[in-house]
């Protein structure tokens, strides 16, 4: 045997519940003949593209918040049980905090986000409730108004993680209104900062959509299927985000 010393590797596995999903879309003679006859509108076509444009939505608002019936199983980005929830370092908007406020939030969220993974990771996304995104346009500082505050705590956050591709995201999904039942009844604001890296957090789609054309059992009445699978997004390393909670 070797005089040096070794080191192994190994896996252990992580479940992720697959969901299938089917929808269908039919038509009839009639409706044909008469969408064709009224303003010369292919109904068939609109129907497929209704049905395309349903599973895009869904898809996205399940990588978001997942499954709300079974969040254990098929979580969102934003509803993984497995990631800590932080209620103190955002207390509430950055768009409305003082200057005070504001310097505490800069220098107190990368300390808890390290905690967090214990000292292992930086992160290089920041995705926040779309509403307070909107208002981060405003000045840093009342008697320093040349940097906005977005800017700001992008520059802050690409200097001190080293991560040049840093990136601050709008979430509508972040925001209670569009979240609640989710998490809590109400919802909350949520911002999460985590890395953005297939090892990190990762959402498969084993069979992405697909359009079967329409069949007949009796030449009047036609019906297609549309399918898809997909998964939550999986946190396999939840260390490496947290959440912030208003």
């Given at each position: ?26 038509y009839?003679?009639?409706?044909v ?13 609109g ?38 929830v ?6 509430s ?32 996304t ?17 008697g ?35 979240n609640?039942?989710y ?22 789609i084993p ?21 898809g699978q997909?998964?939550?997004?999986i ?10 909670d208003?």
């Open positions: 045997p070797s005089a040096l010393s070794t080191v192994d590797v190994g896996t252990s596995p992580i479940t992720a519940k697959v969901i299938t999903w089917a929808k269908c879309y039919q009839s003679v009639p409706e003949s008469k969408a064709l006859a009224a303003n010369n509108w292919d109904v068939v076509s129907k497929m593209s209704a049905l395309v444009k349903n599973w895009q939505l869904g898809l996205q608002k399940i990588a978001f918040l997942g499954l709300q019936q079974d969040l254990a199983s098929v979580p969102g980005l934003l509803s993984s049980p497995e990631v800590t932080n209620l103190s370092v955002i207390p908007a950055i768009s409305s905090m003082t200057a005070t406020t504001f310097q505490t939030l800069v220098s107190t969220i990368l300390s808890a986000y390290a905690a967090n993974a214990n000292f292992t990771a930086m992160p290089n920041f995705a926040i409730p779309l509403s307070d995104y909107l208002g981060l346009g405003a000045a840093a500082a009342s320093f108004p040349i940097v906005d505050m977005i800017t700001y705590l992008e520059n802050m956050f690409k200097k001190i993680t080293g991560e040049k591709d840093f990136k601050i995201l709008p979430l509508a999904y972040g925001q209670k209104a569009q609640a039942g998490w809590t009844a109400l919802g909350t604001n949520r911002y999460v900062l985590y890395r953005r890296d297939p090892e990190t957090i990762k959402m498969d069979v992405d959509f697909l359009l079967n054309p329409a069949g007949t059992s009796n030449n009047f009445n036609w019906q297609g299927v549309g399918a997909f998964t939550g997004a946190f396999y390393r939840p260390a490496e985000a947290i959440y912030f208003n």
